[in-house]
């Protein structure tokens, strides 16, 4: 009498599975978080660095144009623009929106200075 035995399937058991779901699992709850605070970090950093840009074209439009430490600007005005690159306002990379200080002792603020967006 000739006995069959039945060879094993090359595979993976179910309970390896779940164990490399679980720990693909743990990685990304670990990841995640540090991504999204890279990204809330790399947006603060570029929103300032187009604040400064902002208040050194700014400065030098009031050098130019003879302006007091008292009187305001605007955003908008055309010959302040041609001291920015491109001569157009920057967009702020968290979704906020710049605006002018109430003169020009005042830097520019954003929209989103409550959440650390400030020069």
């Known amino acids: 009498m000739k006995t069959t035995t039945k060879k094993r399937q090359p595979g993976f058991t179910l309970v390896e599975i779940m164990i490399v779901v679980a720990i693909i699992g743990l990685l990304a709850a670990i990841a995640i978080p540090n991504f999204v605070k890279a990204r809330a970090t790399a947006q603060k950093n570029g929103c300032i660095a187009n604040l400064k840009s902002i208040d050194g074209a700014m ?12 009187d305001t600007y ?33 830097s520019p603020r954003c929209s989103l200075s409550a959440t650390g967006h400030t020069l």
Request: net charge positive.
């Open 59 to 70: 400065n030098l439009w009031a050098v130019e144009n003879k302006k007091s430490a008292t």
């Open 74 to 106: 605007s955003l908008s005005d055309a010959t302040l623009l041609g001291f920015l690159k491109g001569s157009l306002l920057p967009a702020c990379p968290g979704g906020g929106t710049y605006s002018a200080g109430a003169s020009i002792s005042a």
